[in-house]
């Protein structure tokens, strides 16, 4: 198997153990006096790699409750890595919104065609709620629709990879302050697209809602500066 000849400097020995016992998820881990035993570290050691470990959404460590293995997913790494890439330059998002599209336009066909009949009422209901915040008295921005419309998009895909990505990305569209941009000319292009993709989607007809996904997303570079 693959993961057999992975280097064994390639990640720590507390890591590889937690790889190899599933059933960490459902009975959690041995203390950290034993684990330091079974794995030849030290204690102070074993908690720096608990640490990292938590800080990648590997493990959950909850007081009386002890640790437990959580399921994999690459989100939390990413996070990390983007808001400190965020934090050392915010123009570091221009460049990570478009390995985004990238990302977006390399998998629709595969995601769409995924969908179920669920989904394209779900996408339906989440173009609704956008409308009525858009038109409502006050004005809301339908931020919330707007990423989990997307999310729902490639929600099929079975790729843990290309969803931590996108994932990600919404959070750093949030950290950077564009959820709660107001301008809005720009707000009802953006969502013209979206329900011409969506209606495009549910008709079958994913040329023309990719046409509409690839307008929407060029239209993020051109949007007014407030």
């Not at 993961?3 to 937690?18: G, M």
């Not at 478009?98 to 009422?121: C, I, M, N, P, W």
Request: aromatic share 12%; hydrophobic share 40%.
């Amino acid at each position: 198997m693959l993961r057999e000849r992975i280097s064994p400097n390639s990640i720590s020995k507390f890591l590889r153990y937690l790889a190899s016992h599933k059933q960490a998820e459902s009975e959690g881990l041995p203390s950290l006096t034993d684990l330091s035993s079974e794995l030849g570290i030290s204690v102070a050691a074993l908690r720096e790699q608990l640490q990292v470990a938590r800080a990648l959404g590997l493990v959950e460590v909850r007081p009386r409750k002890g640790t437990r293995r959580l399921p994999y997913t690459f989100t939390p790494a990413v996070r990390q890595s983007l808001g400190y890439a965020l934090a050392l330059d915010d123009e570091h998002f221009q460049s990570y919104s478009d390995l985004r599209a990238h990302l977006e336009s390399a998998y629709f066909y595969e995601a769409v065609k995924k969908l179920t009949g669920a989904d394209h009422q779900a996408m339906k209901a989440l173009l609704t709620q956008a409308w009525e915040k858009l038109r409502g008295n006050p004005i809301q921005i339908p931020h919330d629709e707007h990423r989990e419309l997307h999310l729902l998009i490639y929600r099929r895909l079975d790729n843990i990879f290309v969803t931590g990505l996108l994932e990600a990305y919404w959070e750093a569209y949030e950290a950077i302050g564009l959820n709660v941009f107001t301008d809005y000319e720009y707000l009802t292009k953006v969502w013209q697209y979206h329900t011409d993709m969506v209606e495009a989607i549910y008709d079958g007809n994913y040329e023309a809602g990719y046409q509409a996904l690839m307008e929407h997303t060029d239209l993020i570079y051109h949007r007014p500066v407030s």
